[in-house]
Structure formats: C-alpha cells, structure tokens
C-alpha cells in the first residue's frame, strides 16, 4: 500500500507497510513555543537555580540572566540559519548533518539524547520534591517515596507522549503557564505589596566583582538551554518555516525575560531576611511566608510538581524525535523508527526513551536523594547541550559557504557564539569544581566515545551507511534565503510531505483553509 504524499515519513529508510510517519502539520506556533518553553523550564530556575547564580553574583544576578540571554542569541542566529529554510523531525540532528557531514549529524544528536535524557531525569526528580512540598503545604507530612512518584510522571508522560504530540504539548503549555502565572503573582506582591521601591543595591551591582559574575553567567547559560527543542517537532509543525525559528527565538527572549524578572524579586524579596538567598532551598515559599501570604505555597508547590512533569514530557517528545530519524537511517535498531499506526507518534522510541529516563533516577536513589540527583543531572545534561551548540555555530558557516551565502555578518555571529560558550566551558573546568562534579566532564567525553565506537560498529556492518545518510539529507529541498535571487538548492531539510507544506507556505502561510 502506498503512503500518501501528505503522510510520508521525514527522510531516511522507507518505512514498513502500513505506517504512516508522523502526523504532520498539527502544531502551530504556541505549541512549539510551549514545547521550548517547558525544556527550559522557567519553573525550574525561579525554584531551585537562582539561589545558587545568587551564590556567585549577588546583587548582579539579574544582570547575569540578561548577559546569558544576549549570548545565548547569537547560537539562536546560527540555529535559524537552518530552521527559516527547513524543518525535520530531530532537526539540530539533521541540521548539524548538513553543515558537518553525517558524522557531525550523528554526533550532535548522540549528544542531544545524553541531555534531553538528563533534564528529563532532573524533571522526575523535581517532580517528587516538589509533590511531597505540595503534600506538606496542605498538611499531608507523610512523604510518598520518590521512586514511586518517579515512576507516576514518567508513566503518565510516557503514555501522553504516546497518545499525542498535540495532547503533550497542550499540556505543557497550560501547566508551564499556570506555575509561571503563580510566580508572577507571588513577585507581584513582594513588589507592591508594602509599595514599590528600586533596590538600589542591584542597580548599582553593589560588591559585585567580575569574576564572580563570570562564574555567575555560566549557571545562568546552563538556565536557558533547551530553546532549540522546537526544531526536534519540525516534521510536526504548520507553517514550520516561520513558526519554528520564531518558537526558538522567543522562547529564549521570554525566559531569559523572566529570569531577570524573577531573580531580581528574589534578592530584593531576601535581603532583610536572616538567612542569605544563596542558602535558601525553597526560595519562593520563604518569600510568600516573609509577605505573609502563604496561602500562596501550596499552589506553587503543586505548580512547579507540574511544571516538572512537563519538563519530562517535552524531553521525552524531543529525545525520541532525535532517536526516531536516527534509526530510519540506520544508526540505532530499525524498530525505533516506527510509528504508531493510529497516533502517529514514535511510539517505540517513546518507550525506551521514558524507560531509560525512569531507570536511571531509580537506581541513583540508592546511593543519594532527589535534590542531589537534580542538581547532577543539570550538570551532566549542561555538557551535551554545549557541543551540540558548539556544532551547529560550525555548521552554519559551513551551510553559507555551500549556497554561496557566506558573508562577512554570518562569520561574526558564528565567532560570537562560539565565544559565548567557551564562558560556560571553561567555568566548567575553572576553577577546579568539588568531588564529585568534577568527573561529570569526563563521564561525558567517555560517553562521546562510546558514541565514536558505536558508529564504527555500525559502518562496519552497514557499509555505505554514512553517505546514505548524507545523501538523503540532501534529497529534499531548501527555501532559499529571502535576501538572494538564486533558486532554491536541490539539497536537504525536509521530507516529501516537506515539499508540500513548503508550497502551502507560499501561497496561504502554512495554515489549512479551516484554520484560517
């Protein structure tokens, strides 16, 4: 039976009889922008991460979100060289593959999967702590054990990840935007509540040293990543040309936002407390008990619980959307490439993915608790994230250079970015980190090798393998850049479905004549 031409699966080995791809073209622009929004997880930073860029920057810390912010932009600069002119499911895979050769492709999303499976660890973790602070807060002082709630979320998230990508990222919009409703309303009352004034401690960067803010930018960096896991639902998306870049960029704008926002209430909100911010486990809840609306830490509580389980749910989506392309060209087992025939989700791909994600946080329960395994699944998540960004601001050069699009803006933009990561990448070697976290960048490389020889292994029993994949992934067409005349290149980004929608993007912006 022949696959419509609408259905067909993103590029790679043709799929079995009877599966359908993905279901393409369902999630618009506040689905993505969500989806991105949940992997950054704002939530996630407000509770748990400022104290600690506190701990380093003082009274500068909301300057060091906004420095982390404008840095990060210029990776975002690289990244929409490819997602304005094409989109894929497990896009940066894909995008890196163009720019690098497939070895660069395969690697890059090697790398994705080690930190889209760490965040989704850190939100389980996150999940338990903040459900049994929600139990507490409503006078329920008997904890439920953290492998039991571990194994909640990832199963609920596994099966709404399964059902539908539309149902996952509804639902990660609505509850990254309660919790981050409920902050907003808790900053308000710190702010207004007794009437406004400026801290002028904070404005002035009061005791505020270079290098503590150096130190302080690095943590903030590791707060944002996640802005480009809209790309990984490319094959998913309506009008994915213009909605994906602009799901990136604003992802990165509202919560790098967000976080100067909230960081700033924090320490204005701490400052005549006794205990410093940067010791302080539970920021938010201090705050409503020092406003004396504490009525407000239940609700938090219960927010950020589902904030965290949305954080998992948007790994699980992204991680298997890099998984899923991979294996239809042969880099992993054929079978995490199928689709579900009815739902149209990698279903496969879903399940070893949620598996790996629940075992992993399972078994370090034994020799630790919840807070510890978050905070270390941050740091080993922060790594892939780093390469990865590292590549795709090599391969976007490398992708002008090929369409003769290179110029002298596109070198900058590149050499900034790299620039900008280098902070987070030497702040992660320098000064020296305590026992255990200075392993972490070690346990990272060996797993980059393992990666090498995995490869290996696979060209050695699939020959040819690589320059298949190079040559699928400049099967499908480009949109050519607006800024030139030349028509498009007969090479990459997106599947046949892709060609259609690249039409529709012409002639209707993307957008079915019932949705408009």
Not at 174 to 196: K, R, T, Y
Not at 404 to 426: C, D, F
Request: include cysteine; charged fraction near 10%.
């Amino acid at each position: 039976m022949s696959i419509p031409r609408s259905r067909q699966a993103p590029p790679g080995p043709k799929p079995s009889a009877g599966d359908p791809g993905l279901r393409t073209g369902v999630l618009g622009f506040p689905t993505l922008l969500a989806q991105s929004i949940a992997l950054i997880s704002p939530t996630m930073t407000a509770v748990l991460i400022v104290p600690l860029a506190f701990s380093d920057a003082g009274q500068g810390t909301w300057l060091a979100y906004a420095f982390a912010t404008v840095m990060l932009s210029f990776v975002v600069m690289n990244l929409n060289q490819f997602s304005r002119r094409s989109a894929l499911a497990g896009s940066m895979y894909a995008y890196t593959g163009r720019g690098l050769g497939p070895k660069g492709g395969v690697f890059s999303g090697w790398a994705l999967l080690w930190s889209y499976g760490f965040i989704a660890i850190a939100g389980l973790s996150g999940f338990a702590i903040f459900t049994n602070q929600f139990l507490s807060a409503i006078g329920v002082h008997r904890a439920v054990p953290s492998v039991v709630l571990f194994a909640i979320s990832a199963a609920l998230c596994g099966l709404v990840a399964y059902r539908d990508i539309r149902l996952s990222s509804m639902l990660a919009f609505v509850f990254e935007g309660i919790s981050v409703a409920l902050i907003l309303g808790l900053c308000f009352v710190v702010l207004f509540h007794h009437g406004f004034t400026v801290d002028t401690n904070q404005v002035t960067l009061k005791g505020v040293g270079l290098n503590d803010m150096n130190l302080a930018v690095v943590v903030c960096i590791f707060s944002l990543v996640g802005f480009e896991s809209a790309t990984a639902l490319g094959g998913e998306a309506r009008d994915a040309l213009r909605s994906v870049p602009r799901a990136v960029i604003w992802s990165l704008a509202l919560t790098g936002l967000f976080f100067v926002v909230v960081s700033y209430v924090e320490v204005f909100g701490t400052r005549d407390l006794g205990t410093s911010l940067a010791n302080l486990s539970a920021p938010l809840n201090t705050l409503a008990d020092a406003e004396h609306v504490g009525y407000f830490k239940a609700p938090i509580s219960l927010g950020a619980a589902v904030s965290f389980f949305s954080l998992s749910l948007s790994c699980i989506n992204a991680g298997s959307r890099i998984l899923f392309p991979m294996a239809r060209h042969g880099v992993f087992p054929r079978q995490l490439g199928a689709c579900h025939r009815r739902n149209q989700t990698p279903h496969i791909a879903i399940g070893v993915f949620t598996l790996a994600v629940f075992l992993v946080p399972t078994v370090m329960q034994l020799f630790t608790d919840p807070l510890t395994t978050f905070g270390d699944a941050g740091t080993l998540a922060a790594f892939g994230f780093l390469l990865a960004y590292f590549m795709i601001s090599i391969a976007a050069p490398m992708l002008l250079r090929k369409r003769g699009e290179l110029t002298r803006r596109g070198l900058v933009v590149s050499g900034l970015a790299i620039t900008a990561l280098l902070v987070p990448t030497v702040g992660s070697f320098y000064p020296a980190p305590s026992y255990p976290i200075l392993l972490f960048p070690y346990y990272f490389v060996g797993y980059m090798l393992i990666g090498v020889v995995w490869l290996s292994l696979v060209g050695r029993r699939q020959p040819g393998v690589l320059a298949d994949i190079e040559a699928d992934l400049e099967r499908v067409p480009e949109v050519p850049s607006p800024s030139h005349s030349k028509p498009p290149i007969t090479s990459l980004a997106t599947a046949p479905h892709e060609v259609a929608n690249t039409g529709a993007n012409r002639s209707t912006g993307g957008v079915p004549a019932h949705d408009r």
